[in-house]
């Protein structure tokens, strides 16, 4: 039985490597030249699924994929619905902020308009300090939407806040942290969990480590 793994490229992929090459999995082709939207491991127990980041939580919830690797941001938006979360990797490290123009007051009796792909956690931040906003969806470059009068200001993944400065924004407050997170579906869990327990595992001693005492 093969389990498969979903994963996004760039920097997830990147940065999950070493990891997975610790629990003895190794991709047998790179996502960047393969065509290939499955992807064999060079051990065989393991196939990767090659999706987009925002996409990996809903595989891994309805069984296309037994494991993952996704941002906190992205499962925060998502809901983890039929998704077990065992283990933070501290990687992709950013935060979720509210950014706009360095005068934008986001306490003023106004209704914001507010732009982003984070429609979920964006009306969840706002509604819990009981600020009235309305939330335009945007599937990408959010920065562009205070500068071009669609928003007053935007909910997105901040890392270095090189982007922001380039665009004349800042961050105006945090909405979440985020870590890429392994989960693992809930039903596989169950019925693999021979296979799976050992890869968290092993990828867990991996983690640690990685990191500083
Ligand atoms: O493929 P799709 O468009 O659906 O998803 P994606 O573009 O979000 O994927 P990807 O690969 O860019 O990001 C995958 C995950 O990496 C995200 O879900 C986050 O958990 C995490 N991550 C960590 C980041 C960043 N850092 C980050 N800086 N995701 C995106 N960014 C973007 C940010 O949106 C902004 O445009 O980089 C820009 C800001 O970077 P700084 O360094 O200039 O602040
Ligand atoms: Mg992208």
């Given at each position: 039985?093969?389990?498969?793994?979903?994963?996004?490229?760039?920097r997830?992929?990147?940065?999950?490597?070493?990891?997975?090459?610790?629990?003895?999995?190794h991709p047998?082709?790179?996502p960047?030249?393969?065509?290939?939207?499955?992807?064999?491991?060079?051990?065989?127990?393991?196939?990767?699924?090659?999706?987009?980041?925002?996409?990996?939580?809903?595989?891994v919830q309805?069984?296309?994929?037994?494991?993952?690797?996704?941002?906190k941001?992205?499962?925060?938006e998502?809901g983890?619905?039929?998704?077990?979360?065992?283990?933070?990797?501290?990687?992709?490290?950013?935060?979720?902020?509210?950014?706009?123009?360095p005068e934008?007051?986001?306490?003023?009796?106004?209704?914001?308009?507010?732009?982003?792909?984070?429609?979920?956690?964006?009306?969840a931040h706002?509604?819990?300090?009981?600020?009235?906003?309305?939330?335009?969806?945007?599937?990408?470059?959010?920065?562009l939407?205070?500068?071009?009068?669609?928003?007053?200001?935007?909910?997105?993944?901040?890392?270095?806040?090189?982007?922001?400065?380039?665009?004349?924004?800042?961050?105006?407050?945090?909405?979440?942290?985020?870590?890429?997170?392994?989960?693992?579906?809930?039903?596989?869990?169950?019925?693999?969990?021979?296979?799976?327990?050992?890869?968290?595992?092993?990828?867990?001693?991996?983690?640690?480590s990685n990191?500083?005492?």
């Amino acid at each position: 039985m093969t389990l498969r793994i979903a994963l996004s490229k760039g920097r997830i992929f990147d940065d999950t490597l070493p990891l997975l090459a610790a629990a003895n999995i190794h991709p047998a082709e790179s996502p960047e030249t393969s065509r290939k939207l499955i992807l064999p491991s060079v051990e065989g127990d393991v196939e990767f699924l090659i999706v987009r980041a925002s996409d990996v939580a809903t595989y891994v919830q309805h069984g296309g994929a037994d494991l993952g690797v996704v941002g906190k941001d992205v499962l925060l938006e998502h809901g983890g619905e039929g998704l077990l979360e065992p283990l933070d990797l501290h990687i992709a490290r950013c935060k979720l902020m509210v950014c706009g123009p360095p005068e934008l007051d986001l306490h003023a009796n106004v209704r914001l308009r507010v732009a982003t792909k984070y429609t979920q956690c964006a009306r969840a931040h706002f509604a819990s300090t009981s600020r009235q906003v309305e939330i335009i969806k945007l599937y990408g470059s959010m920065e562009l939407a205070p500068l071009t009068g669609l928003a007053d200001a935007i909910v997105d993944v901040v890392d270095t806040g090189n982007t922001l400065k380039a665009n004349g924004l800042v961050a105006l407050e945090h909405v979440a942290d985020s870590t890429a997170r392994l989960v693992v579906n809930r039903v596989s869990m169950k019925t693999r969990h021979s296979l799976i327990t050992p890869i968290i595992e092993r990828v867990r001693a991996a983690v640690a480590s990685n990191q500083p005492n």
